[in-house]
């Protein structure tokens, strides 16, 4: 069944409309007509069932019939990334939402290579909100929150003291992302800092543990920082967030 991207607001009672993108796919791709049934997805990962009622030249009227909303999470999961160069950051957003995560935090660091003007940080912000959208659309998973760019201080200040925390170091050589994982085997929640494409300074590796962040590595290979971001997201999927895994062994 199709399925399309509407956020909730748009929808009125048992009737939505889509406009803009969303309807030119429906009538100029795929072609649907009046009496198609097709599936709408929200924001939060909900979905609609409906039927075409009515087509016009620049929009369609969708008749809902059932609706489905999402459990809380079981795994919270906030990816914070360094910006990255163009489609490297699109990358990296269109495969962490694929494969589930809650939150997007990207940030400026002392080797960030990529500083847009303020006017194209909110274009990229919203490239990257659509490219979420067609994403969770097509995985079926709630699309994610997309802040706007922090600086690396702002962002080590607004994560909760509390909260469960690592840092994706390529020169840390005492505790990899799997000896985490032992140690602690339930999470509720998790936030994982990636670095942009020349990593983390000492002295931000500094900031971050003084921060609470434990700094892990994912092993002896060194990886892209895009590469990094969606193999982190995917590990931590697997580690914490896939109901009906069995939880690592505690160390002995």
Not at 141 to 155: A, E
Not at 181 to 207: C, D, K, M, N, W
Request: charged share 20%; aromatic share 6%.
């Amino acid at each position: 069944m199709a399925r399309f991207f509407l956020p909730t607001a748009q929808m009125h009672g048992s009737r939505a409309v889509l406009t803009g993108a969303e309807f030119h796919h429906l009538r100029h791709v795929l072609r649907l007509r009046a009496g198609d049934t097709i599936t709408l997805c929200d924001e939060s990962g909900g979905e609609h069932r409906g039927t075409v009622v009515r087509l016009s030249a620049a929009s369609a009227e969708v008749a809902l019939t059932a609706s489905s909303a999402p459990g809380p999470p079981p795994f919270s999961l906030t990816l914070a990334q360094g910006v990255l160069k163009g489609r490297q950051m699109d990358l990296v957003v269109e495969k962490a939402t694929e494969l589930g995560v809650n939150r997007i935090v990207p940030f400026f660091s002392a080797f960030t290579v990529a500083h847009p003007t303020q006017e194209r940080r909110g274009e990229r912000l919203a490239r990257w909100q659509r490219l979420a959208q067609s994403a969770a659309k097509q995985s079926g998973n709630p699309v994610p929150v997309i802040t706007p760019p922090h600086s690396f201080r702002d962002l080590l200040a607004a994560v909760p003291g509390g909260a469960d925390k690592v840092l994706l170091y390529e020169k840390e050589r005492g505790l990899t992302l799997q000896a985490f994982a032992r140690a602690h085997p339930a999470l509720s929640s998790l936030y994982v800092v990636i670095g942009p494409e020349g990593g983390f300074t000492v002295e931000e590796v500094g900031q971050a543990r003084a921060a609470g962040f434990h700094s892990v590595s994912l092993g002896a290979r060194v990886l892209r920082a895009e590469t990094a971001g969606i193999v982190a997201v995917a590990l931590c999927r697997f580690l914490w967030g896939d109901a009906g895994l069995p939880p690592l062994p505690s160390p002995q």
